[in-house]
């Protein structure tokens, strides 16, 4: 490790890497152990202790092949599957690529160690919400992700990872990649490299409670965002329908999984009347979106703060479903005995950092895999367990093509661009100002009150990792913040009270970039 002035004259320590993974959930990780069978030095960066992918609890969706496929399935049927749930704006041939490298991604995941739940000798498969059949797999019943995670921090036990390590800034020369700005226990320093894997994973922390840990901040959107680089679909962010309610409002919640409704668990509410019934013909297994809107309008109507979900009559409920019997048990309720109170929760951004299918984006050297890229796969709504699986298959094609962009590129000398200084808003503010502004349902109105407080940001120093991740957290929502108003309409997980109806001539995604420090706007022309 060398050290040189820099940064407003503090010292910064510099070192040198082909390609820089940033995270290591299933996306990071992937990408980072494909680049380093590629030959490449690879480091990568972590900045928290948990994962999305170790909470992740239904399974992957994954078509069989034929003679282990249950339902008659296929891929054309998990496409139409995809395509459906996503409103219209998912990209046929992004999905169709992904979904049909499904197999041999799950099949490299066994070869990485993990192992999944098997009935008769065969993979177990469940059915989730949008899903026309049972195409999941799991493992430990309802703890897919840390199996998934287990294995594959078991496979990268020889990889150089780098915890506390919080990537502030992407560095370029206008053209390509040079390196990344990383904020460490000794300060800032620089890791020069051509070759940049964001895998920073989702957003939930934009909201007062969400189903994710406390690394979600965003922070790969505002990477891309201040690198030039645009993101796309961010105002489609999906709320899980059914995340534990016990009182407390505010934090990461226990999510339940939507595979207890794939079992036959029904939603109900306080007066056992059905949330779903005449919504949608797929009833409680509607897509997300759907369901998240039902539960959302029928809290509306009766004022109260829960519905259930109820799971008494399933067998073998705390066999098949240990992590939710856990989290209910923590929080006083037996699903065994009791429904489970729940209600909808911050889940998943279903937009991102624009790329293509091997997580390429307009930048070169900047790839991004994982919940913090658009590959087309989710458009306005995702389907259940599409996202390890995209996860999986992009974060190993983005580390084999950042390997390769590597090698031709070459080493590159990385110059930091100025004081590390960000426009920020107190996180409770902004959390607060989106949950009332920017949740299941928005309109107008909401929306320039949340734009209102977004404007009062102010120049903030990043010392540490709260600077950065608030920092990231204001330029995301601003993300979400201008897409959402200029969608006029309602599609997927994007419901407009003002606009209602979805209107066929906004079924075009949105893109948004930079337009300076302090806000950016809609970007003229095709998204993608
Ligand atoms: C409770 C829950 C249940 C879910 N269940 C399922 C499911 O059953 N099936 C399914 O397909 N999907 C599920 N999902 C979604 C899925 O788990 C996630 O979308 C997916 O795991 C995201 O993986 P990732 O690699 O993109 O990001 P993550 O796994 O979130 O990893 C992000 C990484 O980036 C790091 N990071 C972030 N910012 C920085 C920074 N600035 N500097 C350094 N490091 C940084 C973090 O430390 C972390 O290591 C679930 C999600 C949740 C929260």
């Not at 290591?24 to 990780?29: H, Y």
């Not at 065969?122 to 199996?147: C, F, K, N, P, V």
């Not at 890791?191 to 920073?200: E, I």
Request: net charge neutral.
């Amino acid at each position: 490790m060398t050290r040189a002035a820099g940064c407003g004259g503090a010292g910064f320590w510099q070192q040198r890497a082909d390609v820089v993974v940033i995270g290591t959930g299933v996306a990071g990780l992937v990408a980072a152990l494909a680049a380093h069978r590629g030959g490449r030095k690879v480091v990568v960066l972590s900045k928290a202790a948990q994962t999305a992918t170790s909470y992740a609890q239904g399974g992957i969706a994954v078509v069989l092949p034929a003679g282990l496929a249950e339902d008659g399935d296929s891929v054309d049927a998990h496409v139409a599957d995809t395509v459906a749930a996503g409103g219209g704006l998912c990209d046929a041939d992004a999905v169709r690529s992904i979904v049909s490298d499904g197999h041999r991604a799950v099949r490299e995941l066994v070869e990485y160690g993990a192992r999944f739940d098997e009935a008769g000798g065969r993979w177990a498969l469940t059915r989730e919400g949008g899903h026309s059949g049972r195409r999941i797999i799991h493992a430990g019943g309802d703890a897919t992700g840390a199996e998934v995670q287990r294995a594959l921090d078991d496979a990268s036990r020889r990889l150089d990872i780098r915890r506390n390590h919080v990537a502030v800034q992407v560095l370029h020369d206008g053209t390509a990649v040079t390196g990344v700005l990383v904020l460490n226990d000794d300060g800032p320093g620089i890791l020069h490299a051509p070759s940049v894997v964001l895998a920073t994973g989702g957003l939930g922390h934009l909201y007062e409670a969400t189903t994710n840990p406390d690394g979600s901040t965003g922070d790969g959107i505002a990477l891309a965002l201040e690198a030039g680089v645009a993101v796309s679909d961010i105002e489609f962010i999906q709320f899980h329908p059914t995340m534990l309610y016990d009182g407390h409002r505010g934090g990461r919640r226990p999510l339940i999984t939507e595979a207890l409704r794939g079992e036959g668990a029904k939603l109900v509410d306080a007066q056992g009347r059905s949330v779903t019934d005449g919504v949608h013909p797929m009833g409680d297994l509607a897509p997300r979106d759907v369901v998240a809107a039902a539960v959302d309008a029928r809290l509306r109507t009766t004022g109260d703060a829960c519905v259930y979900l109820d799971a008494r009559h399933l067998p073998d409920f705390a066999t098949r479903f240990p992590t939710v019997t856990a989290a209910c048990l923590q929080a006083g309720i037996d699903p065994v005995r009791t429904p489970i109170p729940v209600r909808p929760g911050a889940h998943y951004s279903c937009g991102g950092v624009v790329t293509d299918t091997a997580g390429r984006t307009d930048l070169a050297g900047l790839f991004a895999a994982g919940e913090v890229a658009r590959t087309g796969m989710h458009g306005a709504n995702r389907l259940a367990s599409n996202s390890l699986l995209e996860g999986l298959v992009v974060g190993g094609r983005a580390g084999h093509a950042a390997a390769e962009h590597a090698a031709a590129a070459g080493p590159t000398r990385a110059q930091p661009t100025g004081p590390l200084v960000r426009p920020a808003v107190a996180r409770a503010d902004l959390q607060r100002a989106m949950t009332r502004n920017a949740s299941v349902i928005r309109d107008a109105d909401g929306l320039q009150t949340l734009t209102g407080l977004l404007d009062t940001a102010t120049r903030r120093t990043l010392r540490g990792r709260a600077d950065v991740e608030d920092a990231a957290l204001t330029v995301t929502a601003q993300a979400v913040a201008v897409a959402a108003l200029q969608r006029t309409e309602s599609r997927g997980c994007h419901q407009r009270t003002d606009h209602p109806r979805t209107d066929p001539a906004q079924a075009v995604s949105t893109a948004v970039a930079a337009d300076g420090p302090l806000s950016v706007k809609v970007r003229a022309g095709a998204c993608c």
